[in-house]
């Protein structure tokens, strides 16, 4: 899911920065952990998924992240 994927990017983001990181806890606990080491964190996720209609249809999703600094 998006959460997972989420938790994944900023516990990476984290180890990157040196700054320790628990992805078990809770969304509080994970924001001020940042906020205490001086870094304010936000992460968002994108999900797409198709539905199709008939057995041996395919179908693709192509889900886009841009990042402006």
Known sequence: TGDI??????????TT???????????DEKQE?????????ETKNI?????VKE???WATVIALAVFIL
């Open 47 to 51: 999900t797409s998924y198709a539905t």
């Open 5 to 14: 994927a989420e938790d994944l990017a900023a516990e990476m983001l984290a």
């Open 33 to 41: 952990i940042f906020r205490m080491n001086g870094k304010i964190i």
């Open 55 to 57: 057995e041996n249809e």
């Open 17 to 27: 920065l040196g700054v320790p990181f628990n992805s078990e806890a809770d969304y």
